[in-house]
Nanobody, 124 residues
């Protein structure tokens, strides 16, 4: 079992930055691929970014490339999402998720554990 708790969301103006954190319980954090997803009202949950177990490989959605960076600190059982140059269309609830498989996947159905989400609102 892995429990995930996100933090760092809030209200920011367009062009601003936020850093999301996701703290994981348990001693096997480094055994999981970690991902960030987001869901806006009335829309499906969409992939944002993911990072492999060691942190040496990442993947970003096209919509956030060059603006968002995922990283992890296995010693702290934490994964981060640095979000720069935020746009109003980035407004959503952001979720972190853990996947016990070896390879990075962008499909939410393949992730095993989810956090409760944190709201990010970008004003224009």
């Amino acid at each position: 079992q892995v429990q995930l708790v996100e933090s760092g969301g809030g209200l920011v103006q367009a062009g601003g930055s936020l850093r999301l954190s996701c703290a994981a319980s348990g001693r096997t954090f480094s055994s999981y691929v970690m991902g960030w997803f987001r869901q806006a009202p009335g829309q499906e949950r969409e992939f944002v970014a993911a990072i492999n177990r060691s942190g040496g490989n990442t993947r970003n959605a096209d919509s956030v490339k060059g603006r968002f960076t995922i990283s992890r600190d296995n010693a702290k059982n934490t994964v981060y999402l640095q979000m720069n140059s935020l746009k109003p269309e980035d407004t959503a609830v952001y979720y972190c998720a853990a996947d016990a498989r070896f390879l990075i996947t962008t499909r939410p159905g393949e992730y095993d554990y989810w956090g409760q989400g944190t709201q990010v609102t970008v004003s224009s």
